[in-house]
Structure formats: structure tokens, C-alpha cells
């Protein structure tokens, strides 16, 4: 069998099921059990994309041609260890391959006080969170074990690097916009 079997049924199933069903949160909920499903085995994602520099690189993995869905790779540095706080402006769901992380709910403060954080959900290889919607979408995320090598897949309602999404300033409770982007200049190849 294909080492990119699992990657290959996830894109086909995950296509289908944006075609047939159009309700958000049947999405994220249907998406979610196919990426529980993805993220039980690692060895469909080459290790092109587990490259560990200093810094944490968000990779796209697949985008939707009708910008449904997006499949993005997470892959922790050696030295930064914590994203800054953001929102998502889609549905989300995430869940790790390898090592740990933490998420941690922030909530802005409507009188320009600093964020007060909310809920911790720590995550280890083969689980599965949700983002927006009925979950929080504001949060920041820590690599549990900095310095050692981590990997998260994404699965987004959206093209998550070229939407406009906040970031906040956790002193202030100020956001602004951005576009985040991809690090990567290919894409894995699920036909190998
Ligand atoms: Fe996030």
C-alpha cells in the first residue's frame, strides 16, 4: 500500500463531505472524526514536512480548489514554543501527530485590559480539538515540550493562510488583522 494512502482518503473523503453537506458544523464535526482518523497513523506525511528549525512553520497540505477546506501542517520549532494569541475566522479542527501541546483559551477584555486566559486543553499525538464555532476560536498555542520535535495537522472551513484573521495583543486586549500565509513552497504529493 502507498505510504500516502491515509492522506489520499482523507482528501477524497473530506471533498465529498463538503459537497454534500453545506451545514458548518456537520463539517467540523464530520471533519473531525476523518482527522482523528488521519493523524492515528504519521507515516503518510514525508519527512519534508517535518523539518524542525528554529522557528514554527504553518505549511499547507492541501487546499480545496473552492477554498472549502484547508489541511495545514504545524510543525513546532526548536526554539520558539508559543504562537501569538489569534482567532481563526473559520471552523477548525486540530489534531497532533507527534509531540504535545497546549492550548490556551485567551479572552480579550472589552474595557482594553489585558486577555484573561480561559480553558487549558493539552493534546498529544493521535487527539483531536476543535476550533470556532460552538468551541473557542481565540487562543494561544504551546509547544508542551520545547525543543523536542512536534507536528499538528490543521483542518480548516476555509483557506486559513489567506483569509483575514485577528491577532491580539494580550496586554491590551487590541487586534488586528492579518493574512498569515504558508511557509511552504510545495505540496505533499498523495499520489506516491
Ligand atoms: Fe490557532
Not at 498529544?124 to 504551546?142: N, P, Q, R, S, T
Not at 520535535?149 to 487586534?175: C, E, K, W
Request: net charge negative.
Amino acid at each position: 500500500m502507498s505510504a500516502a494512502q491515509p492522506l489520499r482518503a482523507f482528501l477524497r473523503a473530506m471533498t465529498l463531505l463538503v459537497t454534500e453537506e453545506t451545514d458548518a458544523r456537520r463539517q467540523q464535526a464530520a471533519g473531525a472524526e476523518l482527522l482523528r482518523t488521519l493523524v492515528a497513523t504519521s507515516g503518510w506525511l514525508s519527512p519534508g514536512f517535518r523539518s524542525f528549525g528554529p522557528g514554527f512553520r504553518q505549511q499547507i497540505l492541501y487546499g480545496d480548489p473552492l477554498e472549502r477546506f484547508s489541511l495545514i501542517g504545524f510543525v513546532w520549532g526548536t526554539e520558539e514554543s508559543v504562537t501569538p494569541v489569534h482567532d481563526h475566522g473559520v471552523w477548525g479542527a486540530v489534531g497532533v501527530l507527534e509531540g504535545e501541546e497546549v492550548s490556551v483559551e485567551m479572552v480579550p477584555d472589552a474595557a482594553g485590559g489585558p486577555m484573561r486566559e480561559g480553558r487549558r486543553d493539552r493534546l498529544g499525538a493521535g487527539e483531536v480539538m476543535l476550533l470556532g464555532l460552538d468551541a473557542y476560536d481565540i487562543h494561544k498555542v504551546e509547544n508542551a515540550r520545547p525543543g523536542v520535535a512536534g507536528v499538528a495537522i490543521h483542518l480548516y472551513g476555509g483557506n486559513i493562510g489567506a483569509i483575514d484573521r485577528q491577532m491580539f495583543d494580550p496586554a491590551t486586549s487590541a487586534a488586528s488583522l492579518v493574512k498569515t500565509g504558508y511557509d511552504n513552497p510545495t505540496l505533499p504529493n498523495p499520489w506516491v
